[in-house]
């Protein structure tokens, strides 16, 4: 729908080189194109972002793993280790408001792009660093991608099955959610730097970003004294029940409902009762106190399972839902990409790309005055090479063309 999105002009006027690859690096740098900034991708001139090859796409072309990380960007091809290169890359960053890179350990000060040089060039600069692990650790120079930060970062040690091998989460948080963590402190620097002048260094590791994630895990502990067990299909840290998933009809791999009910809010109790045809239960000793629920969960976990499994998830999402109860059906990928009321809300939007037409794919997800930024295709490798250099160094399409003769970009 053309209606769905608008573009965002809130981060107008800012020019940020980004040196990042795959998805922790890329995530922080798309929030910032998807609020307005000028976000010009750094890329190797023979592979580009390693991410652009990384899952399956179609042939020699961006998968669709790049796309979803480098939305609204602009790509220029520089050859890093070509004093050419470096110089041009320099000029660059003395037009830069940030600068974003999550190279291996060590990588990007061999490249002579290190903090400390980069200062010496523009002390005004917001300079940013994703790693696996922060400085100071004992694996301050391992690599690390998403799972290896989940797992060191102990959202792994929390999923799964109690008394079972634990296991990785669905989603990369380990990834995206260390950019984000990283994105929103960019902005707060932003503001400090158009009052003082004066730029930073901003380092986020990833193992450290999941500690922040996993502070309701932290509570638990805290109320326990004991390191956090894997709860399964339950949730509240074994304070709330019956909260937990349940199985619907017509008995699917993802025919299941996640229902809760809050010990802050004894209403939802009472309420479930009498969603399904079960009143006699909120006068049964059994459950009369939100400890008794949890002391006999299993009990009632089989008897709300004997209503859901006569259910679709949808339906007793709408029942349980509209009774003032907090109900989610469990919804795939698939189910999520046909939901037409996550395009006519511009969640989902449509990407026009060279390559892909049609791309559906999540958006930013706030709005802004009734309507998301607008979905913006990702580059081709290099693609905006004689834009960036044109509009930012002011170069001329001669001076471009011999850079480009001469294999320095």
Same mark, same amino acid.
């Not at 979905?375 to 490798?381: E, F, N, R, V």
């Given at each position: 729908?053309?209606?769905?999105?608008?573009?965002?002009?809130?981060?107008?006027?800012?020019?940020?080189?980004?040196?990042?690859?795959?998805?922790? /690096?890329?995530?922080?740098?798309?929030?910032?194109?998807?609020?307005?900034?000028?976000?010009?991708?750094?890329?190797?001139?023979?592979?580009?972002?390693?991410?652009?090859?990384?899952?399956?796409?179609?042939?020699?072309?961006?998968?669709?793993?790049?796309?979803?990380?480098?939305?609204?960007?602009?790509?220029?091809?520089?050859?890093?280790?070509?004093?050419?290169?470096?110089?041009?890359?320099?000029?660059?960053?003395? #037009?830069?408001?940030?600068?974003?890179?999550?190279?291996?350990?060590?990588?990007?000060?061999?490249?002579?792009?290190?903090?400390?040089?980069?200062?010496?060039?523009?002390?005004?600069?917001?300079?940013?660093?994703?790693?696996?692990?922060?400085? /100071?650790?004992?694996?301050?120079?391992?690599?690390?991608?998403?799972?290896?930060?989940?797992?060191?970062?102990?959202?792994?040690?929390?999923?799964?099955?109690?008394?079972?091998?634990?296991?990785?989460?669905?989603?990369?948080? /380990?990834?995206?959610?260390?950019?984000?963590?990283?994105?929103?402190?960019?902005?707060?620097?932003?503001?400090?730097?158009?009052?003082?002048?004066?730029?930073?260094?901003?380092?986020?590791?990833?193992?450290?970003?999941?500690?922040?994630?996993?502070?309701?895990?932290?509570?638990?502990?805290?109320?326990? /004294?004991?390191?956090?067990? &894997?709860?399964?299909?339950?949730?509240?840290?074994?304070?709330?029940?019956?909260?937990?998933?349940?199985?619907?009809?017509?008995?699917?791999?993802?025919?299941?409902?996640?229902?809760?009910?809050?010990?802050?809010?004894?209403?939802?109790?009472?309420?479930?009762?009498?969603?399904?045809?079960?009143?006699?239960?909120?006068?049964?000793?059994?459950?009369?106190?939100?400890?008794?629920?949890?002391?006999?969960?299993?009990?009632?976990?089989?008897?709300?399972?004997?209503?859901?499994?006569?259910?679709?998830?949808?339906?007793?999402?709408?029942?349980?839902?509209?009774?003032?109860?907090?109900?989610?059906?469990?919804?795939?990928?698939?189910?999520?990409?046909?939901?037409?009321?996550?395009?006519?809300?511009?969640?989902?939007?449509?990407?026009?790309?060279?390559?892909?037409?049609?791309?559906?794919?999540?958006?930013?997800?706030? &709005?802004?005055?009734?309507?998301?930024?607008?979905?913006?295709?990702?580059?081709?490798?290099?693609?905006?090479?004689?834009?960036?250099?044109?509009?930012?160094?002011?170069?001329?399409?001669?001076?471009?063309?011999?850079? #480009?003769?001469?294999?320095?970009?």
């Amino acid at each position: 729908m053309s209606n769905n999105s608008a573009d965002c002009d809130f981060l107008a006027g800012v020019r940020v080189v980004d040196f990042t690859q795959f998805e922790a /690096g890329p995530s922080c740098t798309e929030a910032l194109a998807w609020l307005g900034a000028e976000v010009v991708k750094v890329e190797n001139p023979r592979i580009g972002d390693p991410g652009r090859r990384l899952r399956p796409g179609q042939p020699d072309d961006d998968p669709y793993y790049f796309q979803q990380f480098n939305a609204n960007k602009k790509s220029i091809t520089v050859n890093l280790k070509s004093p050419e290169g470096l110089a041009l890359v320099k000029d660059l960053l003395r #037009k830069a408001d940030i600068a974003v890179e999550n190279m291996a350990p060590g990588t990007i000060e061999r490249l002579g792009l290190g903090y400390d040089e980069v200062r010496k060039i523009n002390p005004a600069i917001i300079y940013c660093q994703v790693k696996g692990f922060g400085e /100071g650790s004992p694996y301050e120079t391992n690599l690390a991608f998403d799972m290896i930060a989940q797992a060191t970062g102990g959202t792994i040690s929390v999923t799964g099955e109690r008394g079972r091998q634990p296991v990785k989460p669905g989603i990369s948080l /380990g990834d995206t959610g260390t950019g984000m963590t990283m994105a929103i402190t960019i902005l707060a620097a932003l503001r400090k730097r158009d009052k003082s002048g004066q730029g930073c260094r901003l380092q986020v590791a990833m193992q450290d970003a999941m500690l922040h994630y996993m502070r309701t895990n932290f509570a638990v502990q805290g109320r326990t /004294g004991q390191a956090v067990e &894997r709860d399964g299909t339950h949730s509240g840290g074994g304070s709330n029940a019956p909260s937990g998933l349940y199985p619907c009809a017509p008995g699917g791999l993802n025919d299941y409902v996640w229902i809760m009910t809050s010990r802050a809010n004894p209403e939802h109790w009472s309420r479930l009762c009498k969603v399904i045809g079960r009143e006699d239960l909120i006068e049964d000793p059994a459950f009369a106190t939100p400890a008794l629920r949890v002391k006999n969960e299993a009990e009632l976990d089989a008897i709300i399972a004997a209503w859901t499994k006569a259910r679709t998830k949808h339906e007793a999402m709408q029942l349980v839902g509209s009774a003032g109860i907090p109900a989610g059906a469990v919804l795939d990928t698939m189910e999520l990409q046909n939901d037409p009321s996550f395009e006519q809300r511009g969640i989902m939007q449509v990407m026009e790309h060279k390559s892909y037409a049609g791309y559906k794919m999540p958006a930013w997800p706030v &709005r802004i005055d009734g309507r998301p930024p607008k979905l913006k295709a990702s580059p081709g490798l290099g693609e905006h090479s004689s834009e960036v250099l044109a509009d930012w160094l002011g170069l001329s399409a001669d001076e471009v063309a011999k850079l #480009k003769s001469s294999n320095v970009i």
